[in-house]
């Protein structure tokens, strides 16, 4: 079975970072890239950014794009993203999900991240 | 690319076929075109991919066209388990159509 397993839920201060992860499983992990979107409460999905092992830069969304750093780890088919300087803006189910050339086809259960005081 | 899609709300009756529109802010490949199913509590589920394929699993009743900026998703008839958003993508997502119970 293929499946993308993801961290379990933060509570971070505002002006924290906040470190997900999200482990793929069933498929060979360099083939694909993965991408991270995320969905604020009551508004719709937001991609945020998208890495692979086989592009040198990851591709980053402009409205995140100074506070956000992903990466991999293939030796473990690991996911990461970082968000830093987080507001309550940031509150938001963030998934991960396999995406080779825009398709996204398999996702993570999502990770909820809530900033509060 | 800004995703634009129309119209935010679409009241219908089980049994009923449902247009959803997507126009993308300037010529897109068909190749890029997806659309995702949400559900609360769930996470999004691919449909259609290249604009017109469907994902693996994906009802026949679920149909995508189009081109250029222009693409449609047509579910023929509705049915209870289809009440939900939908999304268009290119690389970013459009705001979303959700199909709700008349």
């Known amino acids: 079975q293929v499946y993308l397993v993801q961290s379990g839920a933060e509570v971070k201060r505002p002006g924290a970072s906040v470190r997900l992860s999200c482990k793929a499983s069933?498929?060979?992990?360099?083939?694909?890239?993965v991408s991270w979107v995320r969905q604020a409460p009551g508004q719709g999905l937001e991609w945020l950014g998208w890495v692979s092992t086989f592009e040198h830069n990851p591709g980053y969304a402009p409205k995140v794009q100074d506070r956000i750093t992903l990466t991999t780890d293939t030796s473990t088919s690991t996911a990461y993203m970082e968000l830093r300087s987080l507001t309550s803006d940031d509150t938001a189910i963030y998934y991960c999900?396999?995406?080779?050339?825009?398709?996204?086809?398999?996702w993570g259960q999502g990770t909820m991240v809530t900033v509060s005081s | 690319i800004v995703m634009t899609q129309a119209p935010a709300t679409l009241s219908l009756s089980p049994g009923e076929r449902a247009t959803l529109s997507c126009r993308a802010g300037q010529s897109i490949a068909s190749s890029q075109l997806s659309w995702y199913q949400k559900k609360p509590g769930q996470a999004p589920r691919l449909l259609i991919y290249a604009t017109s394929i469907r994902a693996a699993g994906i009802p026949a009743r679920f149909s995508g066209s189009g081109s250029g900026t222009d693409f449609t998703l047509t579910i023929s008839s509705l049915q209870p388990e289809d009440f939900a958003v939908y999304y268009c993508?290119?690389?970013?997502f459009g705001g979303g159509t959700r199909v709700e119970l008349k």
């Open positions: 999900a396999r995406d080779l050339h825009f398709i996204r086809d398999l």
């Open positions: 069933g498929y060979t992990f360099p083939n694909s890239g």
């Open positions: 993508q290119q690389n970013f």
